[in-house]
């Protein structure tokens, strides 16, 4: 069992910056790759980024040069930095495990930028 927590959303000025916080807890060392994944209202949840447990890092066309995933203490706590954000980018943002077999999610955490 894996549990996860995301934290750093709020409201941000087009152009501005946010850093999300993704923790894990429980069965850690299952987790084979975390991911960041967002859904703005009305449409499917899409990818944004990924990074594997030895740093291995995936980004979206459309977040890449603007947004940087990274890890610390292998992948106990995921961040999202968030840079040059645009109103596109409004959605609740979500924090994903995977394992061979499951997939684990968090609650997710609301991302607003104004225009």
């Known amino acids: 069992q894996v549990q996860l927590v995301e934290s750093g959303g709020g409201l941000v000025q087009a152009g501005g910056s946010l850093r999300l916080s993704c923790a894990a807890s429980?069965?850690?060392?299952?987790?084979?790759?975390m991911g960041w994944y967002r859904q703005a209202p009305g449409k499917q949840r899409e990818l944004v980024a990924t990074?594997?447990?030895?740093?291995?890092?995936n980004y979206a066309d459309s977040v890449k040069g603007r947004f940087t995933i990274s890890r610390v203490n292998g992948l106990n706590t995921v961040y999202l930095q968030m840079n040059s954000l645009k109103p596109e980018d409004t959605a609740v943002y979500y924090c994903?495990?995977?394992?061979?077999?499951?997939?684990?999610w968090g609650q997710g955490t609301q991302v607003t930028v104004s225009s």
């Open positions: 994903k495990a995977a394992r061979d077999f499951r997939d684990y």
């Open positions: 429980g069965s850690i060392f299952s987790i084979n790759a």
């Open positions: 990074i594997t447990r030895g740093g291995t890092t």
